[in-house]
């Protein structure tokens, strides 16, 4: 476990001043997250702390701060979401959620913050996040030709599980 700087990681004063445990926790997931970040290789990510928020990250930088307690894959694949995009990922906090969830099953931890996943999916995650994931992915393709890909996705998000947990729309 890297406690401190690393090649991949820069970590703020306030996250050096942090209890060892959960600084290690801290950055232990970011580390795991970025590897599932090729894009992200080249650039050093400074993380600092947060207390108000899950999370938050500067656009335009390599910045962002996490909030060590409860912090799920899914808030930090989210803030390092946020540093792609404009390059790439299109901008706002519903499409951050989809490249998210779309990108990899590490941050199927927690249901997203933003996109409005439909009431069954809320109830019971863990029994609809492969589905959701399924159906952000396709919104992404759908996105190459439409361009209300947010809406189009959350439609079906809204009738997932209405009849079959397993029946996606083709
Ligand atoms: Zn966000």
Redesign the pocket.
């Known amino acids: 476990m890297k406690l401190q700087d690393s090649p991949k990681t820069h970590i703020t004063k306030a996250l050096a001043s942090e209890r060892i445990g959960l600084r290690g926790k801290v950055i232990s997931m970011v580390n795991r997250s970025l590897d599932e970040f090729p894009e992200l290789l080249n650039r050093r990510i400074t993380i600092g702390l947060t207390r108000a928020y899950e999370g938050s990250?500067e656009l335009g930088s390599s910045v962002i701060r996490l909030n060590p307690k409860n912090l799920s894959f899914f808030t930090v694949g989210?803030?390092l979401t946020?540093l792609l995009q404009g390059d790439g990922i299109p901008f706002g906090?519903k499409a951050?959620d989809i490249y998210t969830i779309a990108r990899s099953s590490l941050f199927l931890d927690t249901p997203p913050g933003y996109l409005r996943i439909g009431r069954n999916a809320e109830r019971s995650w863990k029994d609809y996040s492969n589905s959701v994931q399924e159906l952000c992915r396709r919104a992404i393709e759908y996105r190459q030709s439409h361009r209300r890909y947010i809406m189009w996705l959350e439609a079906n998000l809204v009738s997932l599980g209405k009849h079959r947990a397993s029946k996606l729309p083709t």
């Open positions: 990250a989210h803030e946020h906090e951050c």
